[in-house]
């Protein structure tokens, strides 16, 4: 009999006492955020709260049935998975439901599903087993095309759908490619010097840009005039990044669609549309300075009450919680977030399986994207893109899948002296 619980012995019970805070956390605020009358109880199946309430222990039901099987299984059926995680794209794209104009929903009777949130954690199953099938090659720029192509085709497919927000998620892969030395650091620089470019040209007109850059070449030349070889490097580079300057004006003027440029517009000018798409933004950023240090109360809070910020129990779950336990409660939060985060990287570097420590690398990198972004979305810092919270917005698809992603990991750590 004791046998059957074997599994529970090893688990790393810290993550574990996390994931439920936050659950938790994140129950009692869309009960909260969505509470119309202060008599209305948490438990009522009618409103999303009570709901939430149901894809909970649903979820810890599968948490639960994930930790009792074998873990082999995982690297055994990572490829099946994935394929079926494919599968579901190509369904919803040919019966699948539009929510805000994005096709990317099934509805089954009264329940509505998002495969795409699912298929992160196909797609890290995959990714793991291909680089682990592949583990005593060199690992290089060469070598990258196919665990690229595994992250890339659910990428094609999500933007498909019309749902960039979902799609830009797989971005935290790189990281991973980076862990796992497929990517050089100075790559992984250039990458980032490159966005930080990207912010600059959306930020000041490009012949301002690109004129500093100019004049910066030719006062550093005055200096070099000795070293022609290092002048002509420079000289290249200015033409490289000139280039880059214009493909990202162009991209911005002619490519995005005007809702996505209007996003764009208003995280520079939080002032723009303030009735139209600088409405949320706005809205938000009054929640959360209103609840000041210590928050205005629970149900207390009355840009939660009154519903000014839209999607509130879901995209800006982080507003009711900033109103309502202000900096205090929202410092909590964050800090659950980083203890979890910086747990989960020293789990995944104690893996003695090459596909466990890419998987937990995986989970750690998609985690953290979705948690920077939501919340820097909610106070300015990054496009509105609709991405939830995780473990806190509401939602079955997002607290399911991630849900089976961390467990499926904390799984994999509880067996990691027994597969290599």
Request: glycine share 8%; proline share 3%.
């Amino acid at each position: 009999m004791g046998t059957q619980f074997d599994f529970f012995k090893k688990l790393d019970k810290t993550t574990i006492f996390i994931y439920l805070c936050l659950v938790v956390i994140g129950w009692i605020s869309i009960y909260a955020a969505e509470i119309k009358d202060h008599h209305q109880s948490i438990f009522d199946f009618s409103q999303s709260y009570g709901k939430q309430f149901v894809w909970i222990l649903t979820a810890i039901v599968l948490g639960v049935i994930i930790l009792s099987i074998d873990a082999k299984i995982f690297p055994t059926f990572a490829y099946i998975i994935y394929i079926l995680g494919i599968v579901s794209l190509i369904g919803v794209l040919l019966f699948g439901t539009t929510v805000n104009a994005s096709k990317s929903w099934f509805h089954i009777g009264g329940i509505a599903l998002q495969p795409a949130e699912f298929v992160k954690y196909a797609t890290a199953l995959a990714l793991a087993r291909i680089v682990y099938d592949n583990k005593n090659r060199s690992r290089n720029i060469k070598t990258l095309l196919k665990p690229a192509m595994i992250v890339a085709l659910p990428v094609v497919m999500i933007f498909l759908q019309n749902d960039t927000g979902t799609a830009l998620v797989f971005a935290a892969f790189v990281v991973v490619f980076y862990r796992e030395g497929f990517i050089p650091g100075w790559l992984l620089i250039l990458g980032i010097a490159a966005a930080f470019l990207f912010i600059l040209t959306l930020l000041f007109n490009e012949f301002y840009i690109i004129g500093g850059l100019t004049a910066l070449f030719v006062i550093s030349s005055f200096f070099l005039i000795k070293k022609p070889s290092v002048i002509k490097q420079l000289f290249l580079l200015l033409i490289v990044i000139n280039a880059y300057v214009y493909a990202v004006d162009y991209a911005y003027e002619e490519v995005l669609q005007p809702h996505q440029k209007m996003r764009i517009a208003v995280l520079i000018d939080e002032n723009i549309d303030l009735r139209g798409a600088g409405y949320n933004l706005h809205q938000s950023k009054i929640a959360i300075g209103s609840g000041g240090m210590w928050g205005k109360g629970f149900l207390e809070g009355t840009q939660t009450k009154f519903s000014f910020v839209p999607e509130q129990g879901t995209d800006f779950i982080f507003c009711t919680i900033g109103e309502e336990w202000g900096f205090a409660g929202s410092f909590v939060l964050i800090s659950l977030y980083i203890f979890l985060l910086v747990r989960l990287v020293l789990l995944a570097e104690r893996q003695r399986s090459v596909f466990s420590r890419i998987f937990g690398y995986s989970l750690v990198t998609i985690l953290f994207f979705h948690f920077f972004v939501n919340i820097g979305m909610t106070i300015g810092l990054v496009p509105v893109i609709g991405i939830p919270l995780p473990f806190i917005s509401y939602g079955g698809s997002s607290l399911w899948a991630f849900t089976i992603f961390l467990f499926t990991f904390l799984k994999l750590d509880s067996k990691r002296l027994e597969l290599l």
